[in-house]
């Protein structure tokens, strides 16, 4: 069984990134083969509702990073996004790649349908609950399994590196990949 995580901070080993390989880590213990990849070096154009993916199953008419993202996604037995809190929201970059993933699931054959996945959150102060409740937005409406943890997947950190010393965000998150593991293997 494969797990991605992805990462949707354009910062290259900020917080998110960081966080993520908590998860990660935690994700090869319990025996999954993990892939991580960051949207901070990707061109992720948002969707222009040209309704191409209407028309041909699976297809995105966009020719940018999309394209080798989307197949890592749809291979995943787990699928877990990251993003920083920007003015109280996910990122530009992560909604872009959801944005394009979900309408291609929708016009085509959802291939995210009870996939096991989560998000997380980091921010320096605020807006995590927001942001959390703006990414399960899209689990939810794909039909995925999302188990919880023993809080909200958030943390928080301003610089770099930051987040790894918030210990109860750091112990929420291993706490969400154990049960990422554990419903994965029963659904399986
Ligand atoms: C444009 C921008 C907007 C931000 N907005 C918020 C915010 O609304 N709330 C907050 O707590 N932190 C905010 N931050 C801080 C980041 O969420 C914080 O530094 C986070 O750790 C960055 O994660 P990263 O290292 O993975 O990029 C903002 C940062 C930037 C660059």
Redesign the pocket.
Known sequence: MQALAISG?P?KE????QLLHVALEVLAAEGLETEFVSLHNKVIHPCLACGTCQKKQNQCVQEDDFQEILPKMHLADILLVGS?????SATPNLMALLDRAGYIARYGDNRFFRKVGAPIV??????VNFTYAQLLFFFMIMGMVVPGSTYWPIAY??K?GE?LQDAEGVETVKNLAKNLAWAAKKLR
């Open positions: 901070s910062r900020g917080n998110t990134w920083p809190v920007y003015f109280g980091v921010a320096r102060r605020a807006g950190g301003l770099p987040v």
